[in-house]
């Protein structure tokens, strides 16, 4: 990766007023992150949070990178997987932070995938009552979906997400030749979110996807980048008429009531986000079906375009019962009613106040 | 306390655009607490977070007024003292929110003195990424301070606050008849703090301390009534024109730098909040004399000011070196520079950029 390549092929705009930031993308460009965090912040000192696969890849690059803008750089490493993004992890890191000399000019580099975007972006939101911090996505997931927005936070062993923040960062730097390195698996699992975009948002994006499976799948770079560029851009007008979740950003849990009760039941550990999105999505969208809120045969042609991208489509057998408590706890909860996002037809949902007995109704349901 | 004498005495906005709220002020006004919250938050249930003394005599009364304004009510207690704010005692309270059912219009209501607003603002900051709260100030310190102006956190063993979130209450409901039953020794520190909004902003209001500091330790209501809404007016403008801290508002740090210090290397323990701020203001007046940053006699004036309301103001004699160690993990460091509040005269203070040895020379400086 030269600096000579280091070409930025799309740029997004998140504009949220003073918070506003852009989102950088293109194939070859970690090395020239440096100068992106300098002019997005103007910080001298960053700390790069990254997980040991990622970092035995990249944090060399991006040290170099930040090294060579002229900043001060200290790294952290956390165990992979959901189970890191906890209340203990914090606690250790914010020690850490205070040995570093970390201050309010200080600037966290997030450089993983979703789980260390949320893990940091948290950490940045509470350190020293608010520092700065940089997105620097490495999955597909974190690239289309997680990264942009500021949703960052924690698990409790209660449940997923219920303690956290909006925090935006200050740029988000997707260099899409990180994808090469991943596996399949989780190419599939970031596919999930793409399709989330296009079933809520964008019909012709969701034909493109029914297209192009074959080629995305196998990360070819044209159709790649113009395909992740669109989802950012859902993503980013959404979070613009919505920053804070009161109505509309809604949409975009999509798929993920039902997909974190499945993460929730399976320990987090078997399963991936992506994936159980993709098993939530199929649920949600028959559900809209049956209960006559969208056309017959969109919850199969959601199926299929899942199956295209190798992902799960039926929820795991858990006990009912099991299911309803984890829906009665999860943190869309108001009244009693969870705002469960529904199907109107591909490239359109709604927000429905359902009981998790509506949700999951019985077999007789 | 019958309703019939609930009046509010004086509200003072605090403007902040979609974040503004109001500080209401008076004898007797608790019992209408409920309505206020209803009509700030809209909300149909609110957890009240207490320490023992205070819940002993106020958690009853103000539970009835919430749950006769129509909301559901649960309650939490913590240990009383600044070691109570820590991520632990967070923990285990996100625990309890959820076991509460608390959801996003849930409000929180911290009944107590500065600990527990911090406390209970950071939990209502980061539950479900921020849900509401209300300040329901049962000490002098906090109704005319803490209370006000969104800075919640908690403490990690290498300092005070290094955590945290600016997180606004939807409303600061003060009842000036719960200073009765503060003990003496806290009447003095809660006046400590209105020294400093006099000392940093208002040589009037500091002149008017000097005249009624009887009275006022008297707690006698007319002067007591004014001089706080006066203190709170100080708070809120600064908060208005500097919400985050970037600067104006640094200048209600004065006393705050080294009184921090003095908490740190005492172990928070012997010494009240405003007992430090008090030692540190007076510092910090000498200090600035000797600079030649503010006339000769400015330092003695605050100093017999204090005194008036029997405060402590000399530091205690740690090593000079402990002190400097203290101060360079403050964080209020910026590239190995504090951010001093200096005095410039009786009612004007201005930032500068110290060296910690600047701050505390040695014995030739």
Known sequence: MSAARARVRRRISVDLGERSYQVSLGPGILPSLG??????????????LTVPGVGRRYAAATGRSLREAGMKVHRLQVPDGDATKNLDQIAELYGELVRFGADRKSVLVALGGGMVGDLTGFLAATYLRGISFVQV???LLAMVDSSIGGKVGVNLPQGKNLVG?????????ADTELLR???RRERSA???????AAAIWDEKLFARLEREAQALMDLEPGPLISVIARACEIKAEVVRRDERESGLRMLLNFGHT?????????GYASILHGEAVAMGMVYAARRSES??????????RLEALCER????????????????DVLRVDKKIQSSRIQYIVLRGIGSAEARPLRAGEIMPGKRG
């Not at 970031?190 to 989330?196: R, T």
């Not at 992902?311 to 299911?323: M, N, S």
């Open 35 to 48: 100068r992106a965090v300098v002019r997005a912040t103007g910080a001298s000192h960053a700390v790069i």
């Open 137 to 139: 996505p490495t999955t």
């Open 165 to 173: 923040a909006f925090h935006q960062p200050r740029a988000v730097w």
């Open 181 to 183: 390195s991943l596996p």
């Open 190 to 196: 970031g596919f999930a979110e793409v399709i989330k």
């Open 258 to 266: 039902v997909g974190h009760a499945v993460e929730t039941l399976s």
């Open 291 to 300: 209960l006559g809120l969208c056309p017959v045969g969109s919850a199969e």
């Open 309 to 324: 991208f190798e992902l799960p489509t039926e929820v795991p057998d858990f006990d009912r019962r099991a299911y309803l």
